[in-house]
Structure formats: C-alpha cells, structure tokens
C-alpha cells in the first residue's frame, strides 16, 4: 500500500529541513510526500528547489491551507493519506 503525506508550506524556514528530515528517515518504503508550496518572504523556495529525492514531489499552488490540502489530494497516488505539517515531526522512523 503507498502512504501520500501532504505538506502545505509558506514561510517555513528553517523547521520544513527538520520536517523533511523526518519524512526521509521513515523506513516505510512505498511513500510520497506532497509539498504544496505557497509564495514566501523567506528562503522557504531555495530550500525547495535543492530536493531531489523522487519520492517528494513540489507542487506550487496559491490558496487558503484547505484549498491546498485539497489540491495536494488530487495529485496523490498513495490508498492512505496523511498530513505532516511543515513545522512539525515524524516522533519515530516507523510512523
């Protein structure tokens, strides 16, 4: 079964590294995650354009948090979706 965990992020810096981070050491292997990038004042974007793990996909998208989630959602492909938001952690790898 793949797991699609969407992440709405503006202004994020420097908590989506750690965000990220979490995602990446999940040892479950058949995953995505979703960023649903929105215009930001900080270095949020350049951080962004660095990723280049297949299993992460960048999608820019200009709306209210619901709006994006929601945008997030149709272009998932996983049967289990889950949110990890951008300042927030995966506690352990096998979440």
Same mark, same amino acid.
């Given at each position: 079964?793949?797991?699609?965990?969407?992440?709405?992020?503006? %202004?994020?810096?420097?908590?989506?590294?750690?965000?990220?981070?979490?995602? %990446?050491? @999940?040892?479950? &292997?058949? &995953?995505?995650?979703?960023?649903?990038?929105?215009?930001?004042?900080? @270095?949020?974007?350049?951080?962004?354009?660095?990723?280049? %793990?297949?299993?992460?996909?960048?999608? &820019? +998208?200009?709306?209210?948090? +619901?709006?994006?989630?929601?945008?997030?959602?149709?272009?998932?492909?996983?049967?289990?979706?889950?949110?990890?938001?951008?300042?927030?952690?995966?506690?352990? %790898?096998?979440?």
């Amino acid at each position: 079964m793949k797991i699609s965990i969407l992440m709405c992020v503006k %202004n994020s810096m420097p908590y989506i590294m750690a965000s990220i981070k979490s995602f %990446n050491n @999940q040892t479950y &292997k058949n &995953k995505e995650l979703i960023i649903i990038y929105s215009k930001s004042d900080d @270095q949020t974007i350049n951080f962004l354009n660095e990723i280049s %793990n297949k299993s992460i996909k960048i999608l &820019k +998208y200009e709306g209210s948090i +619901y709006e994006s989630l929601n945008y997030g959602l149709k272009h998932s492909s996983g049967s289990l979706i889950g949110v990890l938001h951008s300042d927030d952690v995966f506690f352990e %790898n096998e979440t």
